[in-house]
C-alpha cells in the first residue's frame, strides 16, 4: 500500500537560523489494511513523516509511493485525523460527517443514506442535530473520524487522535478504534506518544530515533484480533513494551539533549553583537 524510501527531510533556515534536519534515510513499507503505530521522542518527524505520506509536504530526498504511485498532493485516497478535531462550528453533526461527500459531489438519497449510516456505526445517532461545541472531546473526535472515513479512504493517517482527551475517555476511543478497524479494515498508519497505545492497536510498532528521525526498531506486535484494552495487563504484553522502550529510551534522552544544546546556539546568537 505505502512504499517509503530513501526518505529526507530538511527544513531551511529562516532569519539567519540554522536549517532543521526533520527525516533522514526513512524506509518503511505499510501492507494493505495494515495498523502500523509510529512512537518517537518529540521533534522526530513523526507527524511531518504523516505530511509527507499526505501529501500536504515534499520530501527534500526520497520517494513516498501508494499502489506504486508518487504522491504529488493530497488525495481522497488518503485522510487525516489531527489530534484536534477541527470540526466546522457553524454544522451540526450529521452536516459535519457528510461535509466531505458534497465535496465529492454525493447528493440526494445516498447521501442521507451515507451519513445515516455513520452515524450509527459511530454511535451519534441521537447527536446528529448537535453543534460541536454540545458534544464531549470523545465524541467530537468521533465526528472528525466519521468526516475522514466517509468517503471510504484506502488510509487512514491519524496524528496522535486521542492525544488531547483524558484517560478514561482516550480508553474509550482505544476500544471505539479497535472495533472501528476491525469492521471497516482501512489501512493506518498512526502517531502516538504512548507506546502502551501504540501496541494495543498496531499491528507494528516502529520507533523512531531523536531528530533527525529514522526507524531505529520496526515490530511486529504478537497478538491475535480481536483486542480488548486489559491485553496490556498482560505478562506478554509488559514483555513487548519493555523491548520498544528499551530503543524508545535513549533516543528521548538524545533529543533532550539536542534541544539543551540548539536552545544553547540560539541563545548564544541573539546574544552577540
Not at 531551511?12 to 537560523?17: K, Q
Not at 471510504?152 to 491519524?158: A, C, D
Not at 472495533?179 to 501496541?199: G, N, S
Request: aromatic share 6%; glycine share 8%; proline share 6%.
Amino acid at each position: 500500500m505505502i512504499a517509503i524510501s530513501g526518505l529526507h527531510m530538511v527544513y531551511p533556515g529562516s532569519r539567519g537560523r540554522h536549517a532543521v534536519p526533520a527525516l533522514q534515510g526513512v524506509d518503511l513499507e505499510v501492507a494493505d489494511g495494515e495498523f502500523v503505530s509510529v512512537v518517537g521522542p518529540s521533534g522526530c518527524g513523526k507527524s511531518t513523516l504523516l505530511h509527507l505520506v499526505a501529501g500536504f509536504e515534499f520530501p527534500t530526498k526520497g520517494s513516498i509511493e501508494v499502489h506504486g504511485r508518487p504522491i504529488d498532493g493530497p488525495a481522497a485516497d488518503r485522510a487525516v485525523v489531527f489530534q484536534q478535531a477541527a470540526l466546522y462550528p457553524w454544522l451540526n453533526v450529521a452536516e459535519n460527517i457528510g461535509f466531505g461527500l458534497k465535496i465529492h459531489g454525493v447528493r440526494g438519497a445516498e447521501y442521507v443514506r451515507r451519513v445515516n449510516d455513520y452515524l450509527a456505526i459511530m454511535g451519534l445517532e441521537a447527536f446528529r442535530s448537535h453543534a460541536p461545541y454540545e458534544l464531549s472531546g470523545g465524541m467530537r473526535q468521533r465526528v472528525a473520524i466519521a468526516r475522514a472515513l466517509i468517503t471510504q479512504p484506502e488510509t487512514m493517517l491519524m496524528d496522535e487522535p486521542f492525544g488531547a482527551l483524558d484517560a478514561q475517555t482516550r480508553n474509550e476511543m482505544q476500544r471505539f478504534l479497535l472495533r472501528l478497524w476491525r469492521t471497516l479494515r482501512p489501512t493506518v498508519l498512526f502517531v502516538t506518544h504512548d507506546v502502551e497505545e501504540a501496541i494495543l492497536l498496531g499491528d507494528r510498532v516502529v520507533v523512531m530515533t531523536a531528530r533527525p528521525g529514522r526507524v531505529a526498531l520496526d515490530v511486529a506486535v504478537p497478538f491475535a484480533r480481536p483486542r480488548e484494552w486489559d491485553l496490556v495487563l498482560t505478562p506478554k504484553f509488559v514483555e513487548v513494551k519493555r523491548r520498544v522502550l528499551e530503543v524508545l529510551r535513549p533516543q528521548l534522552e538524545s533529543a533532550e539533549h539536542l534541544e539543551r544544546l540548539m536552545a544553547g546556539i540560539e541563545g548564544d546568537r541573539d546574544d552577540s553583537p
